[in-house]
């Protein structure tokens, strides 16, 4: 009888230091996971261009644009 009880009791201990490994794994990957989609939101806000930017931008360029052909074209 004392031999089952010290088998249950080392087979709980193992359960429970299995879900403790368990809770530390998942919770290591779920921070990675965090800081991986912190990282990228950085990257996407440094790379992001507004469109007042890209009209102003577009502006200039259909000036040069026009000077350009105006200089082919002999003008």
Do not use: P, W
Not at 17 to 29: E, H, P, R, T
Not at 34 to 55: A, F, G, M, P
């Amino acid at each position: 009888m004392t031999q089952m009880l010290i088998a249950q009791g080392v087979t709980i201990a193992l359960v429970i230091i299995g879900f403790i490994g368990n809770i530390m794994y998942f919770k290591g990957v779920f921070t990675e996971k965090v800081d991986n989609i912190k990282e990228d939101i950085k990257d996407l806000k440094s790379s992001v261009r507004y469109s007042d930017t890209c009209e102003s931008m577009h502006d200039g360029l259909d000036q040069r644009i026009k000077i350009l052909e105006g200089v082919r074209n002999g003008r």
